[in-house]
C-alpha cells in the first residue's frame, strides 16, 4: 500500500499545481477582459463587443481577449539590430516567469483531509520559508526590466528601465515592512495559518481579517503593490507622453505579449497576496472549515439549490436582454447568442436542483465533505480575488499619473516612516496577551506618531514642506 | 489680480486619499448606472449606425442636375481654377441645343487630392457642384478608384431631402 499513497501524494502535487496554475490562468484573461469592459463603462462607451467565435459566441466581449492573442502570436517578432540578443530574449521569460512562481505559496483553499492519514496542503509550494518566498521572487523581476531595458539598446527602452527598477527598489522596503508587520500580527511567516487564523473573530462578531486588523498596513501594502506592478497611478516606467512605452518599446510579436500577460499576472498574484494576507484568503466569513466540513450534510443542499436559482435568474435575465437588444440587431448568427446560453443555463439548472434534491437527507460518502469545503473555498477565493482585479482596473481608471518625484517622495518620504512606525507598534501591541483586541486602533497612534515626526524630529530642512496652494483671483476693475 | 495663498489641506485632506477614495466613487458611480442600464452610451455602433452630419458639412461631391436630367454644369471651368488642390478635371464640348453653349464631356474629381474645402461649391455659378451629400467615409482598393466621373457625381444624392 505504500506505493499507492506515495503516488497519490504525487497526484496530490499535480492536482494542486494544475489548480493554482489554473486559477492564475484564468483570472488573467479576465482582468485583461474587465481592464477593457471596466474602462469602457467607466467612459460610458459599450467596450468590446464585435468578435465572436464561430459566428455567433461574443460572450460579452470575451472572445476579444482570446482575438488578441491570436494576433499578438501570428505577429512578426521583430528584433532589432543592435540589441544584446541573449538578454532580449531573456528579460520577457524572467518577467513573465516571476508572477507564476510567487503566486504558487498561495494557499487556494485549507488542508483538505481526505481520510486520517492523507491529507494535502492547498497551495503548490508548502515551505517552511513561506512568505519570505514571496519577497524573494518579486525582487527578482528587477532583473528582467533591467535587462529589457538594457539589452534593447534604445534610450527609451533604458530610460523605462530605470525608472522602473528605482521605483520596484525603493516600494519594495515598505511593502515588505507591511508583511512583517502583518507576519506579526498573525504570528506566523506561512501563509496558510494566517489565512487560518484570519478566521478568528474579533470582538466575537468581526472576522480577524486583516484589512480590519491592519487598516493602515492594508493602504500601505495595496499602495505599494500598485507600486510594484507598474501600474497606474505609478507607471511612469511606461509613461507614453515620455517613453513612448518604456521598457517594453522594442518588442514586438508574442515577446511583447509576454510583458503584456506577466503585467496581469504580476496583478493577480499581487491581488491574490492582498486577499491572503488582508481579506482572509479562502476563508468564508463565520464558517470555518471545520464547521464546512461537519454539516456539508446540509450546506451541499443548499449551495447546489443557490446555484440552480442563480443560473435560473441568469437565464431570465438574458431572455429579457434579448427582447431589449439583441434581437435582430446584427442579422446574422449572432442575435441568438443569448438563446443558446438560456438553454445552456437552464440545462445547469436543471442538474443542479436535482443533485441538490438527491443530496437533501442523503448519508454523504466519507471523501464528499472536504473535497466540497475545499470547493467552496476555492470558489470564494476566487471570487474575492477577482473583486481584488476588479479594484485594480477601478483605480488605474480614476486616478491621473503621478509625477516621478512624487513617487519617489511618496515612497521614501512617506510609505517608508509609515510602515517603519506601523511595524513598531504592531510589535509593542501583540507583546501584550490582549494585542489583537486593539490592534485596530493602532493607525490613529502611527498617524499622529508620523505627524509629529514629519513637523517636528526631522532636520529642519527635511520637515513638511510649507506648501501652499495658490489662488489667483481676478479683482473687478472699476 | 490678486494672489492668495492658502494653507494646504489639514487632516484627512492632506492625504491625498480622500480625494482617491471620491474619485473612485465618481468612476464606479458610471460603471453601476451602465450595469442598470440608466447611463447614455453615446458611442455609435459604426457600420450599423452612422452619424447624421450637420448642415454645411463639406461631404464628398455631387453634381446637379437639370428638370431634363443633363448636368446643370456649363463647363465653365470656374471651379477646376479655384481649386487649391487641382484636383478637378473637366473636358468641355459644344452641346447640340444652340441655346446652350457648352456641358462637360467629362468631370473628374480626384478625391485623393481634394482638401474639401469647398471653394468650387462658392466658385460655381449656376449652382451645379455641391457638397452636400454627407459621405465622409470612401475607402477603394485603387488609386484609380479614388477619382469620381461625371456618372457618379451625378447620381449621388443630397443628405437632406430638399435641396433648395
Redesign the interface.
Known amino acids: 500500500m505504500s506505493w499507492l499513497l506515495a503516488s497519490a501524494d504525487y497526484l496530490a502535487v499535480l492536482l494542486r499545481l494544475v489548480l493554482s496554475a489554473g486559477i492564475l490562468l484564468t483570472v488573467m484573461p479576465l482582468t485583461i477582459y474587465l481592464e477593457r469592459k471596466?474602462s469602457a463603462?467607466?467612459?460610458?462607451?459599450?467596450g468590446p463587443n464585435r468578435a465572436a467565435l464561430f459566428g455567433m459566441f461574443r460572450l460579452g466581449g470575451v472572445a476579444h481577449v482570446l482575438a488578441d492573442v491570436i494576433k499578438l502570436v501570428s505577429k512578426e517578432d521583430i528584433i532589432p539590430g543592435g540589441v544584446n540578443r541573449f538578454y532580449f530574449k531573456l528579460a520577457p521569460i524572467i518577467v513573465a516567469f516571476i508572477p507564476l512562481t510567487t503566486f504558487m505559496i498561495v494557499p487556494i483553499a485549507d488542508v483538505v483531509r481526505l481520510t486520517d492519514t492523507f491529507a494535502t496542503p492547498m497551495a503548490t509550494l508548502e515551505i517552511d520559508g513561506g512568505l519570505l518566498w514571496f519577497f524573494a521572487m518579486t525582487s527578482l523581476s528587477v532583473y528582467g526590466v533591467v535587462f529589457a531595458g538594457w539589452a534593447s539598446n534604445s534610450k527609451f527602452s533604458l530610460l523605462g528601465g530605470i525608472r522602473s527598477t528605482a521605483q520596484l527598489l525603493s516600494y519594495e522596503i515598505p511593502m515588505a515592512l507591511a508583511v512583517v508587520a502583518m507576519m506579526l500580527t498573525y504570528g506566523t511567516v506561512q501563509p496558510n495559518d494566517m489565512v487560518r487564523a484570519q478566521g478568528e473573530l474579533l470582538w466575537g462578531f468581526l472576522p480577524q481579517w486583516g484589512i480590519f486588523l491592519q487598516p493602515l498596513g492594508f493602504?500601505l501594502f495595496v499602495t505599494c503593490a500598485f507600486a510594484e506592478i507598474n501600474r497606474v497611478p505609478f507607471d511612469l516606467a511606461e509613461g507614453e507622453a515620455e517613453l513612448v512605452a518604456g521598457y517594453h518599446t522594442e518588442y514586438s510579436g508574442m515577446r511583447f505579449g509576454l510583458f503584456f500577460m506577466a503585467e496581469y499576472m504580476a496583478l493577480v498574484t499581487s491581488g491574490a497576496l492582498v486577499v491572503t494576507m488582508f481579506l482572509g484568503g479562502w476563508q468564508v466569513p463565520w464558517l470555518p472549515t471545520e464547521r464546512l466540513v461537519a454539516e456539508a450534510g446540509t450546506l451541499l443542499p443548499v449551495v447546489l439549490g443557490g446555484i440552480a436559482f442563480l443560473l435560473l435568474a441568469a437565464a431570465g435575465r438574458l431572455i429579457r436582454h434579448y427582447q431589449l437588444y439583441t434581437r435582430g440587431?446584427?442579422g446574422d448568427a449572432r442575435d441568438k447568442e443569448p438563446l443558446v446560453f438560456v438553454v445552456l443555463f437552464s440545462v445547469l439548472a436543471l442538474a443542479h436542483a436535482g443533485a441538490a434534491g438527491a443530496a437533501w437527507g442523503a448519508v454523504l460518502p466519507g471523501w464528499l465533505p472536504p473535497v466540497f469545503a475545499a470547493l467552496v473555498q476555492i470558489s470564494v477565493f476566487t471570487g474575492k480575488l477577482l473583486f481584488l482585479c476588479w479594484c485594480f482596473v477601478?483605480?488605474r481608471?480614476?486616478?491621473p499619473r503621478f509625477r516621478y518625484d512624487q513617487v519617489m517622495d511618496l515612497g521614501w518620504k512617506n510609505l517608508l516612516p509609515l510602515s517603519l512606525f506601523n511595524l513598531l507598534l504592531t510589535g509593542l501591541v501583540m507583546l501584550q496577551p490582549w494585542g489583537r483586541q486593539v490592534l485596530p486602533a493602532t493607525p490613529v497612534v502611527t498617524l499622529l506618531l508620523m505627524w509629529l515626526w514629519k513637523r517636528y524630529l526631522l532636520p529642519a530642512q527635511a520637515r513638511m514642506p510649507a506648501?501652499?496652494?495658490?489662488?489667483?483671483?481676478?479683482?473687478p476693475t472699476a | 489680480m490678486k494672489v492668495e495663498r492658502v494653507k494646504p489641506g489639514v487632516g484627512i485632506e492632506s492625504t491625498y486619499l480622500w480625494h482617491v477614495a471620491k474619485g473612485l466613487g465618481v468612476t464606479v458611480g458610471h460603471t453601476v448606472r451602465h450595469l442598470f442600464g440608466g447611463e447614455p452610451v453615446q458611442t455609435k455602433e459604426y457600420p450599423e449606425v452612422r452619424k447624421e452630419m450637420p448642415e454645411g458639412y463639406r461631404g464628398k461631391h455631387r453634381l446637379l442636375q437639370k428638370e431634363s436630367g443633363e448636368p446643370k454644369c456649363t463647363a465653365c471651368m470656374m471651379c477646376a481654377t479655384v481649386c487649391p488642390a487641382a484636383c478637378i478635371h473637366i473636358e468641355a464640348g459644344e452641346h447640340p441645343d444652340p441655346k446652350v453653349e457648352k456641358f462637360p464631356v467629362t468631370f473628374d474629381i480626384d478625391l485623393l487630392k481634394c482638401v474639401f474645402c469647398g471653394m468650387c461649391v462658392e466658385a460655381c455659378p449656376v449652382d451645379a457642384i455641391r457638397m452636400d451629400s454627407g459621405i465622409y467615409a470612401f475607402a477603394d482598393f485603387q488609386r484609380d478608384d479614388f477619382v469620381v466621373h461625371k456618372d457618379e457625381l451625378l447620381r449621388t444624392p443630397s443628405q437632406w431631402s430638399d435641396p433648395v
Open positions: 471596466g463603462f467607466i467612459q460610458d462607451r459599450p493602504i440587431r446584427w477601478w483605480v481608471w480614476t486616478m506648501t501652499q496652494r495658490l489662488v489667483v483671483r481676478e479683482e
